[in-house]
């Protein structure tokens, strides 16, 4: 058989349009969504504060970089951190809604 060779030239104009549209800001958007429903449904509930302080925050011009779209879960409640690491070893919400993110994605 004979072998084949592809010569791949990427398209970094076309690419970085992809990273920026609409799309996928929506795609973004709706993983992090999932990851709020996900991370309040695995929230101490000792006063409902930390369950109650996600939100979602999406712009197209994030990344290191500030060039692609973002979606960003944010806990913004005054003792965020204690959960996360500090009580009992550390309920890790945010890390447990990560990996929950990556295994479902926006589905």
Do not use: C, W
Request: hydrophobic content about 35%; glycine content about 12%; overall charge neutral.
């Amino acid at each position: 058989m004979p072998k084949f060779t592809i010569d791949y030239q990427p398209d970094i104009r076309g690419t970085n349009e992809l990273m920026n549209s609409p799309e996928m800001l929506a795609l973004v958007t709706a993983a992090a969504e999932k990851g709020k429903e996900h991370a309040i449904s695995i929230s101490p509930r000792r006063t409902g504060t930390y369950a109650g302080s996600f939100r979602v925050e999406a712009n197209v011009k994030g990344g290191p970089r500030h060039d692609r779209a973002e979606a960003r879960l944010v806990n913004d409640s005054g003792h965020a951190a204690d959960v996360e690491f500090k009580n009992r070893g550390g309920e890790r919400v945010l890390g447990r809604t990560v990996d929950y993110i990556e295994e479902h994605g926006g589905a």
